[in-house]
């Protein structure tokens, strides 16, 4: 009897992502106990370079980050209060819509870290969060991250109240700037090429005109003004002959052809 009882949970750990889990409980139970923060007050969480986080070189691996990048949000959310909120909406919550991180430093085995996560920047329907993971006994920043939320069944400005979140967000930093416009450039790119839009935000609080141009133009170019059809014409055209080019030289062409589409549109204005 003992050991089927071993099998079963032996099943779940191979079936289910156990410790994500249990991870996750306690840190909503911990949330009760931990005070509360304000939407602009850094949500901080400490941890250790575990054996369950290194890799073949006795560091933390790649994917670890990531995953402890998601339970600094999971504080951040469970502390200014917003998940409350989410779990009384039904069908309201939020997505991770994407993500980059920059490592600086590896954090070897046993290391003990704080990870820092704060709101930066907001929009009509996405949260974006700068996370430092930051080792204590030299207080060196590992790695650096950007992460953008994208809420699902409502907008920002339903929840505002909730967190006290001001309508207008502050400037983005320059990184986070370029980084959004890089995420319109891919996304822009790929509607060009038929692979549908992005749930995601576009460039309207960066830059309005040119963005809500693109936008219309790529949705529905029989609606646009003449000048900005022609202009993504030629941009198609454009687009297809630097793809008929050497595999050599392709991926370095469709990345610029995505700020291409960007930069023709300013022009044409």
Not at 14 to 20: M, T
Not at 86 to 91: D, I, M, T
Not at 227 to 256: I, K, M, P, W, Y
Request: charged fraction near 25%; proline fraction near 3%; hydrophobic fraction near 35%.
């Amino acid at each position: 009897m003992e050991e089927s009882g071993s099998w079963w949970i032996l099943a779940i750990i191979a079936v289910f992502d156990l410790y994500w889990i249990l991870r996750l409980a306690f840190q909503k139970i911990i949330s009760k106990v931990r005070s509360k923060i304000r939407y602009d007050e850094n949500s901080v969480n400490y941890s250790i370079c575990w054996t369950t986080d290194i890799d073949y070189f006795l560091h933390m691996n790649n994917g670890k980050y990531f995953r402890e990048m998601d339970f600094g949000r999971f504080d951040w959310y469970f502390r200014t209060g917003l998940s409350d909120y989410l779990e009384a909406k039904p069908g309201v919550h939020f997505v991770q819509h994407g993500a980059s991180i920059r490592y600086r430093r590896s954090i070897d085995f046993l290391v003990p870290f704080k990870l820092v996560t704060k709101l930066v920047y907001w929009d009509e329907r996405s949260l974006y969060f700068e996370q430092r993971f930051i080792s204590l006994h030299d207080g060196f920043i590992r790695a650096v991250a950007l992460c953008k939320n994208t809420c699902v069944g409502a907008k920002l400005e339903e929840m505002a109240d909730v967190i006290q979140l001001p309508a207008t967000p502050p400037s983005p930093p320059e990184e986070l700037k370029l980084w959004i416009e890089s995420q319109e450039v891919s996304s822009t790119r790929l509607r060009m090429t038929g692979f549908g839009r992005s749930v995601g935000t576009n460039l309207a609080s960066l830059q309005p005109t040119e963005s809500k141009k693109v936008e219309s133009a790529v949705e529905d170019k029989s609606a646009g003004e003449p000048q900005v059809a022609d202009s993504l014409g030629q941009v198609a055209e454009s687009t297809n002959r630097a793809e008929s080019r050497s595999s050599a030289s392709d991926s370095t062409d469709s990345s610029q052809n995505g700020w291409e589409i960007l930069s023709q549109q300013k022009k044409s204005d």
